[in-house]
């Protein structure tokens, strides 16, 4: 298999319809009623047919809610320039035409701790609550490569995730679960292509077809150098596992999005909005240029590109940032890369409410921030949304807690009307004037990153690294003088007991040397050590020339080949990442 060979879906892929280019009126004033009638007439009839809308939209005196609204004229003629209509281009309004009208947001809660049998449980759990769709957190050692019996993995293993060895571990944490009809996303980077890989093995083994498989992995490694550190290899070895990744999914897994461009850690680590978005957009240009560069078409792969955002307490600041994001990335897309698809040009996104705005003082207070969150994302029109359990600040999620913040969702799905109409705060002085500040001030960052040769020069550099760290201690500074109140923390402060006791999931110690003798049974017992040599060895003399690395690493997988061992076979071809400043 080439890296790039041709897609058997590619003739369906260039049906998506071509980023609609309306004929401007040139008389002053634009007749946006005809325009919006023939947005209903094309854009959301095709939508209906796919989707229908959810019944009973009324107003509580009975009234219908109305899919939509728009100004009634547009004298300075640039309403379709700047906002457009939900589902076109710019997609300021939106990336779908009905929106939350026909189907929500997927609703996941992200969950990951000890070994697979106790996180499918919570799973199955999750999903009997309501949740749907799967959100996978690993632990540190799966993360950095490394597994539960290496010494780097010493008192780590479970703790902040899931630990995941080998596709043993992986076919337990997917056991009974409904993988070929609801979608999962993978919070993994480094180790992106093996997990991946394992979920892919498992779905075989249960009788799915790989074209029926829906998720995402994160595999987005710039921030990691920016933002939260578990990376392995250098950057040009990291981008070449990333568009192969794009290749391999595109001809063998066309429903999965292989990228979740991440400005979640970037804002966690400090950032303002601002910088989220120009240096997520940052990263997300330089991965289009790399794939390029690869020999694929930008609307080959476009289309599965997807991001992930946070969702802080400033809530008009935060559903402006969505707004812009979209508007931004749909110019950059189009004039930047000449892209043909309107589909190309889609900013497709998940949320989570932001971990660190969380407080371990009067831990309740964070049900209503994260409440708070949660409703910028739908407002902002987000495509997924975890939201953050009320003890994160503390310890992982209990049940309890987990399912408060599962009820967040729903009760904003199906309670608060925010989900009725589309793009609903569309037309607010303060959210139009701040969308529009939000693009500039990410343009701005945008073209500096330029001037610097791209993305990876900006990191190499330490830039983007250190207008986070600025941004950070200037936040800090503002809390530790008050003129930043949090609730509880440094003002309306209360004397209380922290939570202890069966209020906190704590994770087993004896679970690790549990993992490490799974491990070691597995390794001598349960698999052909010749088979996964000659897959280990194939995957390194692949990995010295240009070859597409997904299928051999598949087969290595197959072997019961171990995270860390296929790891270590790409550290020593690829050699490991050391920051020069």
């Known amino acids: ?18 980023i609609i280019e309306r004929n401007p009126m040139s008389e002053g004033k634009k007749n946006l009623e005809e325009q919006k009638q023939a947005w209903e007439s094309n854009a959301v009839e095709a939508s209906l047919k796919r989707i229908p809308e959810r019944v009973s939209l009324q107003h509580s005196w009975g009234a219908p809610v109305e899919r939509l609204h728009t100004p009634t004229e547009d004298p300075q003629g640039t309403y379709e320039e700047q906002l457009g209509f939900p589902g076109e281009y710019p997609f300021t309004r939106g990336v779908q035409p009905t929106m939350y009208r026909s189907r929500f947001w997927t609703m996941r809660q992200y969950a990951g701790f000890g070994n697979a049998k106790e996180t499918n449980e919570r799973f199955h759990y999750l999903l009997k609550s309501g949740q749907t769709g799967l959100s996978v957190a ?9 597994d539960s019996d290496h010494p780097m993995a010493r008192g780590e293993v479970g703790r902040t995730g899931v630990a995941i060895d080998s596709l043993k571990d992986m076919e337990t944490l997917l056991d009974g679960l409904p993988i070929g009809k609801i979608s999962t996303s993978m919070t993994i980077n480094s180790t992106a292509s093996v997990l991946l890989c394992m979920y892919i093995a498992v ?21 990691e150098y920016v933002a939260r550190g578990t990376y392995i290899y250098p950057p040009a070895p990291s981008m070449r596992l990333i568009t192969d990744i794009f290749a391999f999914c595109r001809e063998q897994v066309p429903r999965w999005n292989p990228i979740s461009i991440s400005g979640y850690h970037i804002r966690e680590a400090g950032a303002t909005a601002v910088q989220e978005v120009a240096f997520t957009l940052a990263h997300a240009i330089a991965y289009v240029e790399a794939a390029l560069e690869a020999g694929l078409e930008v609307d080959q792969f476009a289309p599965r590109l997807s991001f992930f955002f946070a969702a802080q307490n400033d809530l008009l600041e935060e559903v402006s940032k969505f707004r812009a994001a979209r508007r931004l990335w749909a110019r950059l897309m189009k004039n930047r890369f000449g892209a043909k698809l309107a589909k190309s040009c889609k900013l497709r996104f998940h949320t989570q409410t932001a971990g660190v705005t969380l407080t371990a003082q009067q831990p309740e207070n964070n049900i209503v921030r994260v409440a708070i969150q949660a409703l910028s994302a739908v407002l902002g029109g987000t495509q997924s949304l975890h939201t953050n359990s009320l003890d994160e600040a503390i310890a992982l999620p209990t049940e309890r807690s987990a399912r408060i913040a599962l009820r967040t969702q729903q009760i904003i799905a199906h309670e608060s009307g925010a989900a009725q109409t589309v793009d609903p705060l569309a037309g607010s002085y303060y959210v139009e004037s701040l969308t529009d500040q939000i693009e500039e001030l990410a343009n701005e960052y945008l073209d500096k990153i330029d001037q610097m040769g791209g993305a990876i020069k900006a990191i190499e550099a330490g830039f983007i690294q250190d207008e986070i760290a600025q941004s950070a201690y200037t936040l800090q500074k503002q809390i530790e003088n008050t003129s930043r109140v ?15 006791g069966e209020q906190i999931l704590r994770v087993d110690p004896a679970g690790e040397q549990a993992q490490v003798e799974a491990l070691a049974t ?7 050590q010749d088979a996964v040599e000659k897959a280990l ?4 003399e692949a990995a010295k020339g240009e070859q597409n690395l997904l299928p051999f690493i598949l087969s290595a997988v197959k072997t019961y080949a171990t995270v860390g061992e296929i ?3 790409l550290r020593k071809e690829f050699g490991i990442h050391r920051p020069s400043f």
């Not at 440094?490 to 922290?498: L, Q, S």
């Not at 060895?537 to 390194?540: G, H, I």
Request: aromatic share 6%.
């Open 522 to 528: 597995l390794r001598n017992q349960e698999r052909n």
């Open 567 to 569: 790891s270590d076979i």
């Open 138 to 146: 690993f632990d540190l050692p799966t993360q950095m490569g490394y």
């Open 537 to 540: 060895q194939d995957l390194s």
């Open 486 to 500: 949090v609730v509880g923390v440094n003002d309306f402060i209360t004397e209380e007991p922290p939570l202890s």
């Open 1 to 18: 298999m080439t890296r790039w060979a041709c897609c058997p879906e590619e003739e369906r892929r260039n049906a998506h319809p071509p």
């Open 203 to 223: 779905a075989e083994k249960q009788g799915i077809p790989w074209d029926q498989l829906r998720g995402t992995i994160q595999n987005d490694i710039l921030k």
